[in-house]
Nanobody, 118 residues
Framework: VQLQASGGGLVQAGGSLRLSCAAS????????MGWFRQAPGKDREFVGV????????YYTSSVKGRFTISRDNAKNTVYLEMNSLKPEDTAVYYC????????????WGKGTLVTVSS
């Protein structure tokens, strides 16, 4: 499975961005899709995840209410809608895929940089 994230860029605090992650080479609907991020000088952290069906999502507390994950299984794409962005959201954002029953994310895309200016 290959994943390609896109949509990053420079945005002012309070602004919005939508990241996309296109998948190929696998049965997209059988994967849980997660988003992670890594800020400069920090470890990679979990942002959120969406179930295979799209009916369930889970977010880390720092983004809850501001970020929304969605997926279009017909387009093999998962999205991360980011609103009310803060400078501390600045990071490289990665999408990842985990097979429905597995705990680990086996597939990772190259990240896309999001920079939030104050």
């Amino acid at each position: 499975v290959q994943l390609q994230a896109s949509g990053g860029g420079l945005v002012q605090a309070g602004g919005s961005l939508r990241l996309s992650c296109a998948a190929s080479g696998g049965t997209f609907s059988t994967f849980r899709m997660g988003w992670f991020r890594q800020a400069p000088g920090k470890d990679r952290e979990f942002v959120g995840v969406m179930s295979t069906s799209g009916r369930s999502t889970y977010y880390t507390s720092s983004v809850k209410g501001r970020f929304t994950i969605s997926r279009d299984n017909a387009k093999n794409t998962v999205y991360l809608e980011m609103n009310s962005l803060k400078p501390e959201d600045t990071a490289v954002y990665y999408c990842a895929a985990a097979r429905g029953s597995e705990l680990t994310y086996a597939y990772w895309g190259k990240g896309t940089l999001v920079t939030v200016s104050s």
